[in-house]
C-alpha cells in the first residue's frame, strides 16, 4: 500500500486543485461583478429615489436586460428570497487550505523544511499560525486605522513584508511563498465570515424585527470589500509565482513578493478607476515597471567561462551529484518518498536528459538553490560549484 499513497496523493491534489480553482473564480467573478456594479451605478430617476435606490443601472447579456438597484442601507421590505454570496468564499479557503495540508503538511519535511533544521510538527505549527497571526494584525489595523485608509495600507503593506521575510528565514522559498498568499486568502475570507456577512445578517434581523438597520454594519462590510478587491491580484500572482523557481528561489523573496503585490494594487487601481470613468495610465504602466525591474532583478547570469588552465568536470564528475540530489525526485519512477511522478515531467536519469535541461539545473541549483527543493538531499557548495564549472566548461 505504500507505494500507492503517493499516487492517491496527486489525485486527491488533482481533483481538490480543480475544486480551489472552480470555487475561485466563482467567488473572484463575483467579487470583480460587484465592484464594477458599484463603480457603474448611476442617479436613479425620482421615483425611484423616493423608494431609497442610491444608484441603478442598466445593462444588457445573453439576449436579455438587466437593472439592477442598490439601496442607501435596505429596501423598504425585505424581499421573500434573498441570494447571500459567502459559499463561493467559503469553499475556496477551504479547498485552499486542504491543499495546504495535502501538498505540504502531508510532507513538512520534504515540502517545507528550509535552511534551519526544524521537526515537521513545528513546520506545520508555523504555518497554521501565520495564518492566525495576519487575520489577526490585519483585524486590529483595520478597526484602529480603517478611516485612514492610507496610513493603514502602508502599516499593513510593512506588516506583510516582515512577515514575509520572517517565514523565508525557517520555511524553504516555495513553501513561504504559498504560505504569504494563504495568509491574503485567509484575510479576504474572514472579511466575508467575520465582518460582511454577520454585518448583513443584523441589517436583515433588523428589518424582520422592524427596525432600521445600522448604516455602520453596510459601510464596514463595504469597507472590507474593497479591501478584498485590491488584494486579489497580489494573492493570485503570488499563488501562481510559487511554481517558478525563479520567484520562490529569489534571494530577498519579501522584497520579490512585496514588488509584485504593489504592481497588482496598481493594475487593480487602474480598473477601479476605468469603472468610475476616469482612465489614468499611469497606474498600469507604474505597475508594468514594477514587474519589469522584479523581472531584470531576477534575470539569470550567464555561467562564466572555465578559467584557463583550470580542470573542466566531465559528465563522469557530475553524474553522482545528479543521481544523488535531482534523479531521486526527477525519474520515470521517483525514489523520493512523496512522490509518484517526476516534477513538472523534467527527467535527470540519462546524459541527454541532463544536457537538454542544463538551464533550468543552472538556474535552479545554481543561481537560486531552489533545487533540491528544501536542499533535502544536503547538496553542498562545492558540488554545486562543480556542476556550475561542468556547464560553463561546454557540458562534456
Given at each position: ?56 443601472l442598466w445593462a444588457v447579456h445573453g439576449g ?196 509584485i503585490s504593489l504592481a497588482g494594487v496598481a ?130
Open positions: 500500500m505504500d507505494f500507492l499513497w503517493p499516487y492517491l496523493l496527486d489525485w486527491l491534489n488533482f481533483l481538490v486543485r480543480w475544486l480551489h480553482l472552480i470555487t475561485g473564480i466563482a467567488w473572484i467573478g463575483a467579487s470583480f461583478y460587484f465592484v464594477w456594479l458599484d463603480n457603474h451605478l448611476r442617479e436613479p430617476p425620482p421615483e425611484l429615489k423616493a423608494r431609497g435606490v442610491a444608484g441603478h436579455g436586460f438587466y437593472n439592477p438597484q442598490k439601496y442607501l442601507v435596505a429596501p423598504p421590505e425585505l424581499p421573500r428570497e434573498l441570494h447571500w454570496f459567502k459559499w463561493e468564499a467559503y469553499v475556496t479557503w477551504l479547498s485552499g487550505f486542504a491543499l495546504l495540508a495535502i501538498v505540504y503538511y502531508a510532507n513538512a519535511q520534504a515540502m517545507m523544511a528550509g535552511a534551519v533544521p526544524v521537526g515537521s510538527a513545528a513546520l506545520v505549527a508555523i504555518g497554521l499560525a501565520s495564518l492566525v497571526v495576519a487575520w489577526v494584525v490585519y483585524d486590529l489595523l483595520c478597526k484602529a486605522l480603517g478611516d485612514r485608509p492610507a496610513v493603514f495600507g502602508a502599516l499593513f503593506f510593512v506588516f506583510m513584508l516582515a512577515a514575509t521575510a520572517l517565514l523565508e528565514q525557517v520555511l524553504g522559498g516555495r513553501a513561504a511563498t504559498i504560505h504569504v498568499g494563504a495568509m491574503i486568502g485567509t484575510i479576504m475570507v474572514a472579511n466575508v465570515a467575520m465582518v460582511i456577512i454577520p454585518g448583513q445578517r443584523r441589517m436583515v434581523a433588523a428589518m424582520q424585527a422592524g427596525a432600521a438597520p445600522d448604516p455602520r454594519d453596510g459601510l464596514r462590510g463595504k469597507q472590507r470589500s474593497v479591501h478584498n478587491n485590491y488584494l486579489t491580484l497580489p494573492v493570485l500572482f503570488i499563488m501562481i509565482s510559487n511554481h517558478f523557481a525563479m520567484i520562490t528561489g529569489a534571494r530577498h523573496l519579501w522584497l520579490v513578493l512585496g514588488a493594475i487593480r487601481h487602474f480598473f477601479n478607476l476605468r469603472h468610475k470613468g476616469r482612465t489614468d495610465w499611469r497606474w498600469p504602466l507604474a505597475g508594468a515597471a514594477i514587474l519589469l525591474a522584479v523581472a531584470v532583478a531576477l534575470a539569470p547570469r550567464p555561467p562564466a567561462p572555465a578559467a584557463a588552465g583550470s580542470a573542466v568536470p566531465v559528465f563522469a564528475d557530475i553524474a553522482p551529484i545528479v543521481a544523488t540530489h535531482c534523479a531521486t525526485c526527477h525519474a520515470d519512477r521517483p525514489t523520493q518518498p512523496g512522490f509518484a511522478s517526476a516534477p513538472a515531467g523534467v527527467l535527470l536519469q540519462t546524459p541527454e536528459h541532463i544536457r537538454a535541461q542544463a538551464p533550468k539545473i543552472w538556474q535552479q541549483s545554481i543561481q537560486t538553490h531552489a533545487m533540491p527543493i528544501g536542499n533535502l538531499t544536503q547538496m553542498t557548495d562545492a558540488e554545486r560549484a562543480r556542476l556550475a564549472a561542468w556547464i560553463s566548461g561546454g557540458m562534456k
